[in-house]
């Protein structure tokens, strides 16, 4: 196992460098410009001196490796000197990942966005997992009954309505009409007694009330589909022949069975965690890391989208490697070697 | 119905075939050892007869029957089929050489293409090999299914409209069309109800004599292998360890491992309730990591100290006889009879 | 406190007055809370490296500039003692230097008193090559600008400026204060995050938080130096989602106070005004919602000569026939009422406002007339094909027509088209994310400055009162090409060296009525050859709580220009 | 022998035969595939029984709700609603069908040539891992962004978006198709059917076509099924974003997102094109899960 | 019927269906048997018979939806199984009545350890805690033959062979002191050499705990090995009973007889050609109105094609299902 888990991350070096040069190239054959969204009336001039101010007259391999630089060495240091309050390798001219457009640390834009993100997408994941499960657990059990038929409906409306209508439907109706929940979340908002945590909960609950539908209805589907296959298992015949409780059957022997290829669709659908919710924050205007990308885009702030879309294929990495080794250790028969 | 001892024509000629499967482990993904599913094995098949191949599941019988018909690329060895070495030959060399050698499959169902109709898979190989237009395929085809027994009228039939005896019929059709000379029958009735392995092994024995055809029958089923097969191999982790002709393997086997697996075997006779049962201990080792010294020595009843170092040699020990064993090291057969058979 | 603004107008003086007096006897922050919504999200707080309204919105809670514009477009005089003129002696005879006097006893939120040197500073800072300062513009011909005394400052000008005030007067270009800044000069500007995320001001707030993109949260300045304002203890001036969303939060659920630049469907808008419990505010500056009239051709193959004057001139368009009936056939008050709603009014001139300089010569344009545009084309031997669409000598009025991609501009797209085809001209719709339209790419041919259309939309304003540097987009000069990197403002490619000689003009006249006239000159000269047909004047639309008072919607500063008088209804 | 055509051949079933005899018999995948079939026809014949012209402008008549002139109301130009969804489901279908077209070209090629080719396994494999790890999104918006001009020249402005749209989803969605049909081919090469055929000598392009491809058939088709579903809201999420289509050019996705805003105003602006929506997603998954349930050997034996 | 013994098992008139899309599938027909205690009944018969779903309906295994037991009464200890609730079928099921599966590979569950397994039924049934639970599961390890056992109670199944898997099946079944013990093809997956050791370790087992087994096979030579009373089915129906040396000197059905014949044998005389019997098995359809085997008959009359033929009695506890056999005077029942 420990093998196999340094055979992978050795492997997911090269993988990483290879991902974050395609995504520069990419980038940087995109047609949009830093100074964009600057006003009409700035004279070109102050246009090209902007440019050059931002490096973006450098070849694309200089600005490639510096980017490089900055994110693989200097950053980390950084970490590690705010970390334990030090100053190593001259940390006052130590260039970071700095956006285009708001001029600051592209890594302490993030760092910032990560609490809401955390907060609402990373609830409704955890809401929707645990309503999915007994979902899913009960669908199979009683297969082509009225729940799971319900059960199947409500997912497929889950999955097939988008969030963009979704979201502007329940603020119609929960905020607008009944006036229960805030339309807007308050990023500022500090949960620090009862008051602020009952309103943190009312400001959270559509975001994750829409979110959680997606991920309910996909969760659902898994693990009913993973219920299916273990229920016809000739080990559950074995169980029943002992005389166990039918509960004891369903929620020890195939729950814990089912759930091994569910778990690790779950941790593959993480990273989707930090960078899936983006409709959903611009319509509660939650403001996370998908936020920040979309404004990255459409403001051409191209080390954001960089630093960004590389930090979430380093997530999809891990969740791809974390996955496989939950597998091992979950399911007794894998062993990687 | 063939006798060993005139010493007919070899059809095929194995000489020290090995097929490892190698096995990687590690952060580098290293070479560390491999498992030895056929280890050095070496025999004949005289043209006309049928060589039964018997031994527990996992012992390599299966991989060697393929490794013979050059499916897998081999580790080590010779094969010679007809006087024609293929054991270095390439695929696609080997592509013209199919035609003669051929196999049967173990599981009816698993063996043929679900997607396609009984015309389509018995008549794959002329398709492959013969310039035949449709109808010349199709008229072919139907000789094929009557000389199997099949109803013609099926030939637009899918697979799994077919019980399993019907569907090996199927799978010995395919094997025939190309008129091979020799076929592989990799437990072809393993898979069948008791009663229709009876017909198809008949039906295996008919077309043996209708076509002159060679076989070498894989089985785990000894009472039928004794049936069908006039010489006998078994084959123990990877090795032969004995080869006699059929009566003299029954009646009186030499290798420990034989004469347990032949007490094993229960007979329908509630009378003959086995006396002197041999019951072997454990289980087989993993071929991936096989004992020092002769290969059965961790199970073997009557095992000496020298069998935990030395790996007995597969030799001639009586005429027509062969075997790896250390209890027969003082026995020898003359060198030119050796010569004959070739181990 | 004492009042000393010196006004060129008289309106705003008693509405200040009367505020002023209003806040002076309660204690500041009484009124608590303050919520702004922005649908665009501020991205930073200082305007010298942002040109987004959002930034220099935000921005306006805690900095000011020496003088500012008033709701009405006048200049009041903000931290500046007075509005310098050449009669009270602050703008030199020669035109070529003004002197600005700061405000006694002014400090900045930190309690050290606001210099000379802090505005100085702040000019030298814009000033430097290698900052990417984005108001640059603001300081073109400013030969130098010195500390008199502790108060006064004095910029000289390398050449006399009719209009000196360009410089430190508006939102755009508040002080800085230097010593927060002195490290942040040239290349270090946009580095210094600390300082342009949280600048001390002299405002009525301080930045307590600044998330990038998303919130800003502001405290009351405790220095601040009207006793008793502002009447909010803490702002909130949260950002993103879409106007309709931010619309709701303050029409709809009153989570909001305030929202800025509603560009929402005016019938949603007044739905959401029903609910009651907020107000649509809507004023007029000088934006125009225009049709730019490319007078090259843009015949792909032309290749590289594709929109340029070598290329040669358009097949049809420079017809001026074919453009006034494209205009003619528009009628711009449905488009206004469609798209805009109170917020916008059917225009026929470039310069809308303000009133001095505005045209009449223009408003045949006003009322459609599909029959006289046809007669129109008719006449001038465009005949209509067999497929309905015009042509003469085997060119067809088929025309390409941009934008930016908007719900309101697409709907304006889809009306005009509806209209062109009912005097026989084709119309193919095309539109481009703003980002890339706007974006000034080289590598883009999707630009507004290659114009690779026949037609393109937009709207184009200028800040302030004074059109003089907006009249001067239109001279030969510049016009983008690839000589000059595609950049130049005049992209109609309109070139008339009578309309370059009245530009020269304009940049040595001193007195506001010549000014005026020969603005209006140019105004009737650009309508009338076609170069562009403008359709909306478009107004700012925000909206605020009912509960919100002493909003002013002020369309030439920031909307946030009167924060301090803001306060919550009793 | 004897004369061969003198014999009448049974026609037999179909395994095809049985899976639809299976399928008719999920009720679910029936009312999913016959209502999948109205809106297909629908949408293809429509607009002819019914001639408004989607973009026709009628300012008057703007933002009514159903009438017998405009039986779906019309939006805030006075553009007949009913027009427009049948135009749009057009683009919609078209997309969705086409798009999952390619990502099952490009997944099910990848797949098979990795799992049927050793050598080719691993590299190919790292290159699924590798499009699963670029973030999804910011692609798709850049590769709109950089070709949409040359297409839009090449073929015209609806043509050219519509290619790049369907270039775009497939291109980012082909992974787990790949994916399962490796698995599957890896678990088809160990079946004895193709050690059968190897040991004919069949070659392996043929190998591939005759025995390979067929049985991969049912995974694909459910990922058919699934895709349509996925491309269909992936238009819709791009054209939330402001990328896609021409603004005249109705897209069900487009409809959806330019009514929210007026979805107090004028309700059933927003439910025509989300029903549209919905209801297509809902049937195509229930016809997938029909499907999986009648490719399913061990269902079937039942 | 020798005195003295009794009854532990009293199956009548059992019937099994199956509910699929093309109809009903009657597996099992008509089906009664018994079991005497300490006795082992063999059950033989090929794939499709019916051998399994009778056993599995004993106790109500079978999944249901499809399978439904339409009729018939299962007498175990004075209830009848097909009809007391839920919940005391489950106190008897693994307790009172052990079951053991033809595949030790699936049969199962991988990912629980052998030990967590083997506790199940212990706790549940004999209310161990978990300590006494464990020793008891160590011994019942060592029973079935497994070496080192306790060290083992924390392996997982697959790091077990076949044949030791087997033995934990067996162990499982074992657990509780069970009166009645069914097999089903508990060797067929095993080699030869394997299935010779647990036929031995039956055996022993069954001198020292004395329960009561049913042996289900199609390996007559198995059962010829290890039962005392066979019973052989085709197409859902029970065909021939007797013990098991009259069975095989004296077999009446001619289905039996085939059987016997087409076996070859490791020993004595070696046939030249094997007897076979002609056709395929039956496809299990609706209610039998006729005899199934009478396509496959060499002595099929015409009767045999419109009456399904009862059980008569042929000899001394000899039954056999066939018109062709003549009723034995007595009018025992078997």
């Known amino acids: ?304 989208v960089q630093t960004l879309t590389f930090i979430f294929a380093v997530m999809i990495v891990f969740a791809n490697l974390i996955a496989d080794i939950l597998y091992g250790i979950l399911d007794p028969r894998i062993r990687y070697d | 119905m063939f006798d060993v001892s005139q010493g007919a024509k070899t059809l095929i000629e194995v000489r020290g075939l090995k097929m490892y499967f190698p096995i990687y482990a590690g952060v580098f993904r290293r070479h560390v050892g491999d498992v030895k599913a056929v280890d050095d094995v070496s025999f004949d098949i005289y043209e006309g007869e049928t060589l039964g191949l018997v031994g527990e599941s996992g012992c ?284 | 406190m004492k009042l000393k603004s010196t006004l060129l107008g008289a309106a705003a003086a008693i509405a200040l007055a009367s505020s002023a007096l209003a806040g002076s006897h309660e204690a500041q922050g009484r009124d608590g809370q303050l919520n702004i919504i922005y649908w665009q999200a501020a991205s930073i707080l200082n305007p010298y490296l942002s040109g987004g309204n959002k930034d220099i919105d935000a921005s306006a809670l805690v900095l000011e500039p020496l003088a500012r514009y008033d709701e009405n477009g006048n200049m009041v005089a903000w931290l500046a003692e007075d509005i310098p003129t050449v009669e009270n002696g602050g703008v030199a005879e020669d035109l070529t230097s003004i002197t600005w006097t700061l405000k006694e006893g002014l400090v900045w ?59 430190l007067v508006g939102s755009t270009m508040p002080i800085l204060q230097q010593e927060q800044f002195k490290d942040c000069v040239g290349v270090n500007a946009p580095n210094c995050t600390a300082e342009n995320f949280g600048p001390i001001g002299t405002g009525p707030f301080m930045v307590e938080e600044f998330k990038a993109n998303d919130t800003v949260v502001y405290v009351a300045n405790p220095n601040y130096r ?345 | 022998m004897t004369d061969t055509s003198e014999i009448t051949e049974e026609k037999a079933r179909s395994q095809w035969a049985d899976v639809w005899s299976q399928f008719r018999s999920h009720r679910g995948a029936m009312i999913g595939a016959s209502f999948f079939i109205f809106i297909c026809l629908l949408v293809i014949f429509g607009p002819m029984l019914w001639p408004i012209e989607p973009n026709f402008i009628d300012i008057r008549a ?125 678990s088809l090469k160990e079946q004895e059917f193709v050690l059968a055929a190897r040991s004919i000598g069949t070659p392996s392009h043929r190998m591939i076509l005759r025995h390979i491809l067929p049985n991969v058939m049912s995974p694909i088709m459910v990922s058919a099924t699934l895709g349509i579903a996925t491309a269909i809201i992936t238009e819709s999420a791009i054209s939330f974003l402001g990328l896609g289509f021409p603004s005249d050019f109705p897209t069900w996705g487009r409809l959806l997102s330019d009514s929210t805003n007026f979805m107090t105003l004028n309700p059933e602006r927003v439910i025509w094109p989300g029903l549209a929506i919905s209801l297509t997603v809902l049937s195509v998954n229930y016809i997938g899960d029909g499907l999986r349930d009648a490719l399913d050997p061990r269902i079937r034996g039942r | 019927m020798p005195d003295g013994a009794s009854k532990v098992l009293d199956v009548q008139n059992l019937n099994t269906i199956f509910q699929t899309r093309s109809g009903e599938i009657h597996a099992v027909n008509n089906v009664s048997f018994d079991l005497e205690e300490g006795e082992l009944l063999g059950v033989v018969g090929e794939s499709g018979s019916g051998k399994s779903v009778t056993m599995m309906s004993l106790i109500r295994l079978l999944p249901s939806p499809p399978a439904e037991i339409r009729a018939g009464k299962v007498m175990f200890d004075g209830l009848d199984l097909l009809k007391i609730d839920d919940d005391k079928l489950r106190d008897i099921r693994g307790a009172r009545i052990g079951f053991i599966f033809q595949d030790p590979m699936t049969s199962l569950n991988p990912v629980f350890t052998v030990g967590f397994q083997l506790r199940e039924p212990l706790m549940r049934h004999m209310g161990l805690n978990k300590k006494q639970a464990n020793k008891r599961a160590a011994e019942l390890l060592e029973m079935v033959g497994i070496p080192a056992a306790s060290a083992r109670l924390k392996d997982y199944p697959h790091q077990f062979s076949g044949g030791m898997r087997q033995r934990v099946m067996i162990a499982i079944a074992l657990a509780c002191d069970p009166e009645v013990l069914i097999a089903d093809e508990p060797t067929t997956a095993l080699d030869v050499t394997i299935q010779a050791q647990i036929l031995e370790l039956i055996k022993e087992l069954r001198q020292k705990l004395g329960m009561a087994i049913i042996w289900i096979t199609h390996d007559l030579g198995v059962i010829a090995g290890i039962a005392d009373r066979v019973m052989v089915m085709y197409g859902g129906q029970v065909v021939e009973e007797a013990p098991v040396r009259e069975l095989f000197k004296n077999p009446q059905h001619p289905y039996t007889k085939a059987l016997l014949k087409t076996v070859p044998h490791v020993r004595g005389e070696r046939a030249e050609r094997l007897e076979v019997i002609e056709g395929q098995p039956p496809i299990l359809g609706g209610a039998p109105t006729a005899c199934p085997f009478r396509e496959r008959c060499p002595v099929a009359i015409d009767i045999c094609a419109r009456e399904n033929p009862a059980l008569h009695v042929t000899g001394p506890r000899h039954a056999a299902a066939c018109h062709l056999v003549a009723p034995a005077r007595e009018e025992a029942h078997v």
């Open chain 3, 226 to 570: 009207d006793g008793g304002k502002p009447a909010f203890g803490r702002v909130t001036f949260k950002g993103g989602g879409d106007a309709a969303s931010a619309a709701r939060s303050v029409l709809e659920t009153g989570e909001f106070d305030y929202a800025w630049n509603l560009q929402v469907d005016p019938t949603v808008l007044a739905q959401m005004a029903a609910a009651g419990k907020g107000t649509v505010v809507s004023a007029f500056g000088t934006g125009v919602e225009r049709l730019m009239v490319n007078l090259t051709n843009p015949d792909p193959a032309l290749g590289d000569k594709r929109s340029t004057l070598e290329g040669g001139p358009h097949p049809f368009l420079t017809d001026p026939a074919v453009r006034r009936a494209l205009s003619l056939a528009i009628d711009r008050n449905l488009l206004a009422e469609v798209g805009y709603g109170e917020a916008g009014k059917a225009t026929c001139n470039v310069v809308p406002a303000p009133a001095i300089y505005v045209s009449t010569a223009n408003d045949e344009c006003l009322v459609q007339d599909i029959a006289k545009a046809n007669a129109i084309l008719d006449e001038a031997g465009w005949m209509p094909g067999p497929d309905g669409i015009r042509q003469k000598d085997g060119v067809r009025l088929s025309i390409l027509y941009q934008t930016s991609t908007n719900a309101v501009r697409q709907d304006t797209q889809a009306l005009v088209k509806q209209w062109w085809s009912e005097i026989g001209v084709e119309t193919e719709l095309k539109n481009i994310d703003a980002a890339v339209f706007f974006g000034g790419d080289q590598s883009s041919p999707d630009t507004f400055q290659k114009f690779y259309a026949d037609i393109e939309m937009y709207t184009n304003l200028f800040d302030g009162t004074d059109p003089e540097a907006y009249m001067g987009s239109w001279v030969c000069s510049e016009i983008p090409s690839p000589a000059n990197n595609w950049l130049g403002s005049n992209m109609p490619r309109y070139c008339n060296p009578e309309y370059d000689a009245l530009a020269e003009k304009l940049a040595t006249t001193a007195a506001l009525e010549d000014r005026a006239a020969i603005v209006k000159q140019m105004n009737d000269m650009l309508m009338q050859e076609g170069a562009m047909i403008p359709l909306v004047h478009r107004g700012s639309v925000s909206a605020h709580a009912n509960s919100l008072e002493g909003v002013r919607l002020n369309v030439w500063d920031s909307q946030m220009w009167n924060v301090a008088d803001w306060s919550r209804a009793k």
């Open chain 4, 62 to 186: 703007k933002n009514q709700g159903p009438s017998l002139a405009h039986p779906f109301g019309t939006d805030q130009l006075g553009r007949d609603t009913f027009a427009q969804v049948l135009a749009g489901g057009r683009v919609s279908l078209l997309v969705g069908v086409t798009a999952m077209g390619l990502a099952l070209f490009l997944g099910t090629f990848i797949g098979v040539l990795a799992g049927y080719f050793k050598r080719l396994d691993s590299p190919l494999m790292r290159l699924t891992d590798l499009f699963l790890a670029l973030p999804i999104l910011p692609l798709l918006l850049v590769i709109i962004m950089l070709f949409r001009d040359t297409l839009r020249a090449a073929f015209g402005p609806e043509t050219g978006i519509f290619l790049l749209v369907v270039f775009v989803i497939g291109i980012t969605s082909w992974m787990h198709t790949a994916r399962i049909v490796r698995g599957d081919v890896l």
């Open chain 1, 1 to 304: 196992m420990l093998n196999y888990t340094l055979r992978r991350l050795m492997f997911s070096v090269p993988v990483l460098l290879f991902i974050s040069f395609i995504i520069f190239l990419i980038l940087d054959l995109a047609p949009s410009d830093p100074t964009g969204n600057l006003p009409l009336t700035i004279p070109p001039e102050v246009r090209e001196k902007i440019r050059t101010s931002l490096g973006l007259d450098a070849p694309m391999w200089v600005r490639y490796l510096l980017w490089c630089k900055q994110f693989f060495i200097n950053e980390p240091l950084n970490i590690w000197d705010q970390w334990r309050g030090t100053c190593s390798f001259n940390c006052e001219d130590r260039l970071r990942v700095v956006s285009y457009v708001t001029r600051s640390p592209v890594v302490d834009l993030i760092v910032e966005r990560m609490p809401q993100t955390l907060w609402v997408v990373g609830m409704s994941y955890v809401v929707g997992i645990l309503i999915a499960i007994p979902i899913g657990v009960i669908s199979a059990y009683k297969q082509y009954s009225v729940f799971d038929q319900a059960g199947t409906f409500i997912s497929m409306v889950g999955f097939s309505v988008p969030p963009f209508f979704s979201g502007v439907l329940v603020i119609v109706i929960f905020s607008v009409q009944l006036g229960w929940f805030p339309s807007i979340y308050d990023t500022t908002l500090e949960v620090v007694d009862w008051e602020t945590f009952k309103m943190q909960v009312k400001q959270m609950i559509m975001p994750v009330m829409v979110l959680a539908l997606q991920t309910t209805a996909q969760i659902s589907r898994f693990m009913r589909a993973s219920m299916l296959d273990n229920l016809n298992q000739d080990y559950v015949r074995t169980a029943r022949a002992k005389g166990l409780k039918e509960s004891v059957v369903l929620l020890v022997h195939v729950l814990r069975n089912s759930l091994i290829p569910v778990v690790t669709v779950i941790a593959l659908g993480v990273p989707a965690v930090f960078g899936g919710a983006i409709i959903t924050e611009q319509v509660f205007k939650v403001n996370g890391i998908g936020q920040l990308l979309i404004i990255g885009i459409q403001g051409g702030d191209a080390p954001l």
């Open chain 2, 60 to 343: 390599g019988k299966s991989t060697c029957g393929r490794a013979i018909l050059r499916l897998y690329d081999i580790t080590a060895g010779s094969i010679t089929i007809n006087g024609r070495e293929i054991g270095k030959e390439s695929q696609a060399g080997l592509r013209k050489l199919r035609p003669t050698m051929q196999m049967v499959f173990q599981d009816p169902q698993a063996s043929l293409n679900p997607r396609m109709t009984l015309e389509g898979i018995i008549g794959e190989p002329l398709l492959e090999h013969t310039d035949m237009d449709r109808t010349q395929r199709r008229a072919r085809v139907h000789e094929l299914m009557d000389a199997v027994g099949l109803n013609r009228r099926f030939s637009n039939r899918y697979p799994h409209e077919f019980s399993g005896g019907q569907r090996q019929r199927i799978g010995i059709a395919r094997a025939l069309a190309l008129n091979p000379k020799f076929i592989v029958c990799d437990e072809p009735i393993a898979a069948l109800d008791v009663s229709i392995q009876a017909q198809v092994v008949n039906l295996l024995e008919d077309l043996q004599k209708q076509f002159g055809l060679t076989y070498l029958f894989i089985s785990h089923d000894l009472s039928m292998v004794r049936h069908i097969a006039d010489r006998v191999a078994v084959m123990y982790l990877g090795k032969v360890v004995e080869l006699s002709a059929r009566e003299s393997l029954y009646n009186e086997p030499l290798h420990p491992y034989t004469k347990a697996l032949l007490s094993a075997v229960p007979e329908p006779d509630p009378d003959l309730e086995a006396a002197e049962r041999v019951i072997l201990q454990g289980d087989v080792p993993s071929p991936a990591n096989p004992p020092a010294g002769c290969n059965f020595c961790t199970r073997c009843p009557a095992v000496m100290e020298i069998c935990h170092r030395e790996d007995p040699a597969f030799r001639e020990v009586l005429p027509g006889r062969f075997v790896a064993c250390h209890h027969y090291n003082d026995m020898n057969v003359s060198n030119e009879t050796a010569d004959e058979t070739g181990s």
């Open chain 3, 109 to 167: 939120s930190d309690g050290t008193p606001v210099t000379s040197a802090d505005v100085v500073f702040t000019a030298n800072y814009c000033m430097n090559e290698e900052g990417g300062c984005q108001q640059l513009a603001g300081f073109a011909d400013i030969g130098s600008v010195e500390a008199l005394d502790d108060r006064s400052v004095k910029i000289t000008f390398t050449k006399p400026k009719p209009f000196p005030y360009s410089a």
